[in-house]
């Protein structure tokens, strides 16, 4: 199981930090992956990392001021998110699935997302 936090009010042009604290150890052969949702759209892919080999992959809209790592000693995924924009706004959901993807349909044990606001 997958849960999400550290979400919050942010301005544009600042930072925050997601966490995914994972239940359990994911195996070798997933990736964790970020997505958002903005109310009204689809769930969109953000960022994902291989849980085995620490690859990490980006959404263009966020390539350059996003990073994704992973805490092995406290078995979490953290996301940073720099250089914030007011189209960052969205709930943010962390799940496990399929390695190199970016489609939310192969990934799943979706916990309960963290909302992020920027004012403009």
């Known amino acids: 199981q997958l849960q999400a936090s550290g979400g919050g009010l942010a301005q544009a042009g600042g930072s925050l930090r997601l966490s995914c604290a994972i239940s359990?150890?994911?195996?070798?052969?997933?990736?964790i992956g970020w997505f958002r949702q903005a109310p009204g759209k689809e769930r969109d892919f953000v960022s994902a990392?291989?849980?085995?080999?620490?690859?990490?992959y980006y959404a263009d809209s966020v390539k350059g001021r996003t990073t994704i790592s992973i805490d092995y000693a406290k078995n979490t995924v953290n996301l940073q998110m720099n250089s914030l924009k007011p189209e960052d706004t969205a709930v943010y959901y962390c799940?496990?699935?399929?390695?190199?993807?970016?489609?939310?349909?192969?990934?799943?044990?979706w916990g309960r997302g963290t909302l992020v606001t920027v004012s403009s």
């Open positions: 799940a496990v699935g399929r390695r190199y993807s970016n489609n939310p349909a192969a990934f799943g044990a």
């Open positions: 359990g150890r994911p195996s070798r052969a997933y990736a």
């Open positions: 990392v291989n849980w085995d080999d620490g690859y990490t």
